[in-house]
């Protein structure tokens, strides 16, 4: 079973930046679609960016794009997500995710995710 594990959260300015990692283990992940999503206080669980782990191929909700990047390290079985220029409402616990397949198209729901880490806070203050 595959098993998630994110890492890099904390506690920032407005404008500044902050990469999360994660790391994946417990099984092959070569075919495997890795993304992130946040958790609003609201209880919204909210896209934010995909990356399919063979090709590297990505896709980004529209309130990061351009500020967030989604990247991977084949060797190490690791996703990143490089945040810039954060804003207040930022804030969210993110999640890593994996879906146990490559081709994964835009919109997609949290459901459809086979596996999630545990999630790391992260709280951009203004």
């Known amino acids: 079973q595959v098993q998630l594990v994110e890492s890099g959260g904390g506690l920032v300015q407005a404008g500044d930046s902050l990469t999360l990692s994660c790391a994946a283990s417990?099984?092959?992940?070569?075919?495997?679609?890795m993304g992130w999503f946040r958790q609003t206080p609201k209880k919204e669980r909210e896209f934010v960016a995909v990356i399919d782990w063979d090709e590297g191929h990505t896709h980004y909700a529209d309130a990061v794009k351009g500020r967030f990047t989604i990247s991977r390290d084949n060797t190490n079985a690791m996703v990143y997500l490089q945040m810039n220029s954060l804003k207040p409402e930022d804030t969210a616990v993110y999640y890593c995710?994996?879906?146990?397949?490559?081709?994964?198209?835009?919109?997609?729901?949290?459901?459809?995710?086979?596996?999630w880490g545990q999630g790391t806070q992260v709280t951009v203050s203004s």
């Open positions: 417990g099984g092959p992940v070569s075919t495997y679609t």
């Open positions: 995710a994996l879906i146990r397949r490559l081709d994964v198209t835009i919109p997609i729901t949290a459901n459809e995710f086979d596996y």
